[in-house]
């Protein structure tokens, strides 16, 4: 199989709070790991493209700033989103493939709630 | 750019059939179908590259016409199970990966 980890699950905490997403391969070794965010009852929307080693690929409208990916490893990726506000609170979901015409395989996803 | 899903929503009674289709204005590279689970992450069904191509996963099978701009997700004899949210996924040429807006399936006992 091809099991994609993601931690936390939830994280709930005040405004201007950093908060760090952990997306592992956990059987098999991601050329490209994915960052999405998705809001109730929306398509996933994709943030960036990360590649191991270099820096990743923002979309249109997403600042770099704020949401800050290092794609340290083959099998690790993080998105850590700097000095969070309400609006900021959104599922986000990491995925992961081992090439380019691959399937993405999804972690579980992270519920982040900016009080 | 965003590939066209419909309808947007459908209701079966289980063991009824149903077909979503996904369709871009321009030649793809391949396209992918996920069904998502609410709260859940998004599940891989299938990927189709070629124009013409056809694939089965169970009662759940997928079309992707000769122009390759046009995909069809077959679901056969549904089951309570298949609820969710079907979404294609669509690649252009030289273009990155874009999720369709989505297809919510409700299976009703």
């Known amino acids: 199989g091809a099991v994609v980890s993601q931690h936390p699950s939830w994280v709930i905490c005040k405004s201007g709070t950093s908060v760090k997403i952990e997306c592992r391969s956990l059987?098999?070794?991601?050329?490209?790991m994915f960052w999405y965010r998705q809001f109730p009852k929306q398509s996933l929307m994709l943030m960036a493209t990360?590649?191991?080693?270099?820096?990743?690929?923002?979309e249109q409208g997403v600042e770099k700033d704020k949401f800050l990916i290092n794609h340290a490893s083959l099998t690790l990726s993080t998105l850590t989103v700097t000095s969070a506000h309400p609006e900021d609170s959104s599922f986000y979901i990491c995925?992961?493939?081992?090439?380019?015409?691959?399937?993405?395989?999804f972690g579980d996803g992270t519920r982040l709630s900016i009080l | 750019q965003q590939p066209v899903q419909s309808p947007q929503a459908v209701i079966l009674r289980e063991g009824e059939d149903a077909v979503i289709n996904c369709s871009s204005s321009k030649a793809l590279y391949s396209v992918h179908w996920y069904r998502q689970k609410h709260g859940e992450a998004p599940v891989f069904l299938m990927i189709?590259?070629?124009?013409?191509e056809q694939k089965g996963h169970e009662k759940i099978s997928a079309s992707f016409n000769e122009k390759k701009q046009q995909s069809s997700l077959y679901l056969t004899a549904s089951q309570l199970s298949y609820s969710g949210t079907y979404f294609c996924?669509?690649?252009?040429?030289?273009?990155?990966?874009?999720f369709g807006p989505g297809t919510r399936l409700s299976v009703l006992p």
């Open positions: 059987d098999f070794q991601a050329t490209t």
């Open positions: 189709l590259l070629k124009g013409g």
């Open positions: 990360s590649n191991e080693g270099s820096k990743a690929t923002y």
């Open positions: 995925s992961a493939r081992r090439g380019a015409n691959q399937p993405q395989h």
């Open positions: 996924g669509t690649i252009e040429y030289g273009q990155n990966f874009v």
